[in-house]
């Protein structure tokens, strides 16, 4: 995800603009395995103040995901807003990214914004009901006995309900 700023570098104020449309490989982030089932489209606006280079723009991909309720895999759409700050030498201190002498490369900053922007977990469908904590089968597909059933003596914090006063005020 490279492109030329040399026009813009002579003009400060000139915005300029990039679209793109990447296949990445899978990524790793925190043990995690992030795959692509589409390519990623990013758009960007771009513009030198005579010091670096502002980006803003956005970033649409269909992510390859695991359903935190049932486990079952699907393909969720994933996209997000960016914009940051390219500087010929940032400090140690700066929250900018570097830029070459006449081009900007942004992989890393999307890439570090897609990481940041990624869920914590997926759900196949807003009313996944899950897997049964008793049994494990898929809830999705069959009623199982054991729903609702749940024995207490498998509830670890079903002594704790004695010491509830249901019937008394406190």
Do not use: W
Not at 25 to 51: H, N, W
Not at 72 to 87: H, I, L, Q, Y
């Amino acid at each position: 995800m490279k492109f030329n700023v040399a026009a813009e570098m002579k003009q400060p104020g000139r915005a300029g603009s990039y679209e793109a449309l990447e296949t990445c490989p899978t990524q790793s982030y925190l043990g995690r395995q992030i795959e692509f089932a589409s390519p990623l489209a990013v758009r960007a606006a771009y513009v030198y103040d005579g010091e670096g280079f502002t980006v803003k723009g956005e970033a649409q991909v269909t992510l390859c995901s695991e359903c935190a309720r049932c486990g079952k895999s699907f393909e969720e759409p994933f996209g997000f807003a960016f914009e940051e700050r390219f500087v010929k030498n940032p400090g140690p201190d700066d929250e900018c990214y570097p830029m070459g002498s006449e081009e900007l490369d942004i992989a890393k900053m999307v890439f570090d914004n897609l990481f940041l922007n990624l869920p914590l977990h997926s759900v196949c469908s807003e009313d996944c009901k899950g897997l049964c904590p008793v049994c494990g089968c898929d809830l999705n597909l069959v009623q199982c006995a054991c729903v609702g059933a749940e024995d207490k003596a498998i509830n670890p914090f079903a002594k704790l309900e004695t010491l509830l006063y249901h019937d008394k005020e406190v």
